[in-house]
């Protein structure tokens, strides 16, 4: 016949292999934040745009570190305007060598998502127009 304490040991012990296992991923919120010079989209039609950078940045977060979740994405604020600003938050998970190698996956991807969006638009970085940077600029922290 089984007792109690037959019963409990397996469960402690399993209960305690799964917090020790939890206990060693970790996690970490990246804040991405991308800047272009934005515009009415009669007189600044061609300009590059915060949200489509955004947009094309994202989609190589999905590819490069397909676990990440992008969250929280604001950009844009009126329907006749080229978006000046955008931002969203990448949530990673893993150890800590992980959260490293995918951190850098998620800047690599932003930064090419910023230069198609600068190449599309044909801007080159550092460009400058009317006396206003032209190219899309970004930072991931």
Known sequence: ??????????????????????????????????????????????????????????????KAVPDAVVSDIQGGNSVNSIAASADFIVTIMGDEASLKAQADKVKAAVEEGCKAENAFRGVKAGEVRNGV?????WSVK
């Open 1 to 62: 016949m089984l007792n109690i304490r037959t019963l409990i040991r397996p469960a402690a012990a399993l209960l305690l292999a799964a917090s020790a296992a939890c206990a060693m991923a970790a996690g970490q919120t990246l804040a991405v934040s991308i800047i272009g010079p934005g515009g009415h989209s009669n007189g600044n039609y061609g300009n590059v745009n915060a949200v489509h950078a955004a947009a094309r940045s994202i989609m190589l977060i999905e």
């Open 133 to 137: 940077a032209s190219d899309i600029r």
